[in-house]
């Protein structure tokens, strides 16, 4: 029975999958029959998949305790009935596969194999099926051509092509090395850990998101700032990996060769006593030291008192992102040294462990032109997409690629500032829009400067200061 979720094909499940009901046959008076009749109630529902006319398998969480009142039943008092979700779209309306996988995957991850024979039930293999929907829709690390990846990447993330290289190159190298037949110690020797570092809204996040798109890497991006030292109340290590654990998808040999990312890095720096007693930010590192060494960490998979795993960060790549600001005088961060990250406050064993510092370019206006007019992710290009999906005819004068730009460089929060002002000014217009009564429109700059998207939000953050609401 183990294996039986191996001799289908991940097309058959995902294609039958449907729910099924189970029926107990009664004898009785009900309001359909006027004497004593034989009539089925349905005792439970499940969602699943038929293999064959005699097996069920249900991915419906601790539905074998539901399907244990079954094994009382004579065949004659036992009914069972499926319809896939094809059949009851037809019937009912849309039923949303990708959905149904999505909230299985965060939070079900078992399987029940249900023998309408044996009137059995037993629990196989934890998310088989959905491991494998995972890996068909990306490319595996292996046959990844780097060439390609580059010049892909660099459609999205302006600016940066020799961080896209350095970081793309750093992952790449880690993923042959963690799949190779190399020793253990030559692994942990030639594996880099590594450290993106720069101003904000530089594309940090970005570039590691946009690798993961491309190849079958789990990834996880935590916040450190919600993080504890070990023994504290708060998120710890252990935490993390377990979300990398379930980004990939409970298969724990899948996602100790994943990408953990730590995003606000620099706000550990210092010592100091977060909020009094209690953990300090150097406790915080050094609780990091454990999973940058390439240790084992237990980790808690299901709850607090749900199962564990023993999770070995050995083959683990571990990127660091922060904006360091003030780390030097000016923003060219091109020179900074481990020194350099020590005196700001972040101690000498954790810099030890990351091998590789890449420092992102600051923006100038040339830089958002750019942005704006070359990368995919542009929201010109972004809500180009939405109007002709609508039926909208967009477009726009040359000179309000400079004035976005300006305004997002006076709102200091790197390229994230273009969508931020480009999203203000089409606030006036997506109603209309939404409604049906546009049909098309001519972005232009705004000749009442009262409107600059960024004097509307400082004279809102000024009327809060003086205790004025919005």
């Not at 109630?41 to 006319?53: A, P, R």
């Not at 570092?197 to 570039?207: D, Q, R, V």
């Not at 020590?342 to 830089?367: H, P, Q, T």
């Not at 705004?446 to 009327?463: E, F, G, I, M, T």
Request: glycine residues 8%; negative net charge; aromatic residues 10%.
């Amino acid at each position: 029975m183990n294996n039986m979720l191996f001799e289908y094909s991940l097309e058959e499940i995902v294609n039958n999958l449907g729910i099924t009901s189970i029926y107990k046959r009664k004898r009785g008076v009900t309001a359909k029959f006027k004497k004593p009749e034989d009539y089925y109630e349905i005792i439970c529902t499940d969602i699943g998949f038929k293999v064959d006319d005699d097996i069920f398998i249900s991915l419906v969480h601790e539905v074998g305790s539901a399907f244990e009142i079954g094994n009382h039943f004579n065949d004659d008092e036992f009914g069972i009935g499926f319809k896939t979700f094809e059949e009851l779209t037809k019937e009912y309306g849309e039923f949303n596969t990708d959905k149904f996988l999505e909230v299985y995957n965060k939070d079900v991850g078992k399987c029940y194999l249900f023998d309408l024979e044996s009137k059995d039930f037993k629990e196989i293999t934890n998310k088989w099926f959905l491991n494998q929907k995972q890996k068909e829709k990306k490319t595996s690390i292996q046959s990844i051509n780097i060439t390609e990846a580059y010049s892909k990447l660099k459609e999205t993330i302006i600016s940066q092509d020799t961080q896209i290289r350095e970081v793309l190159s750093s992952i790449l190298k880690n993923q042959k090395i963690v799949n190779s037949s190399l020793d253990s110690d030559t692994i942990r020797k030639l594996k880099e850990n590594i450290i993106i570092y720069g101003p904000t809204g530089t594309g940090k996040t970005e570039i590691l998101s946009q690798i993961a798109k491309l190849c079958d890497v789990p990834i996880v991006i935590e916040d450190i700032t919600s993080f504890t030292e070990t023994g504290y109340v708060g998120r710890d290590v252990a935490d993390m990996l377990a979300d990398l654990y379930s980004a990939a998808g409970m298969d724990l040999e899948f996602a100790q060769k994943g990408i953990l990312v730590i995003d606000e890095f620099d706000k550990l720096a210092g010592g100091d006593v977060m909020g009094g007693d209690g953990p300090s930010r150097s406790g915080v590192q050094r609780s990091l030291l454990k999973l940058l060494d390439g240790g084992t960490i237990v980790v808690q998979v299901d709850g607090y008192d749900g199962d564990t795993v023993n999770f070995n960060t050995s083959n683990l790549t571990v990127v660091a992102l922060g904006a360091f600001s003030g780390i030097k005088n000016d923003k060219d961060y091109s020179d900074i040294t481990t020194d350099d990250f020590v005196k700001y406050g972040i101690i000498n064993e954790v810099m030890g462990r990351f091998s590789k510092l890449v420092a992102m370019n600051d923006l100038k206006k040339e830089d958002y032109k750019k942005i704006l007019l070359e990368s995919n992710l542009s929201p010109i290009f972004t809500y180009g997409k939405l109007f002709e999906d609508l039926g909208v005819k967009f477009s726009y004068d040359d000179s309000l690629i400079d004035y976005i730009c300006d305004e997002a460089l006076a709102l200091g929060c790197g390229a994230r500032g273009l969508k931020t002002v480009f999203d203000g000014m089409m606030s006036d217009y997506m109603f209309e829009v939404l409604a049906g009564n546009m049909e098309e429109i001519n972005l232009t700059v705004p000749k009442d400067k009262s409107q600059s998207y960024v004097l509307k939000k400082k004279a809102a953050q000024n009327r809060k200061k003086v205790g004025f609401s919005i």
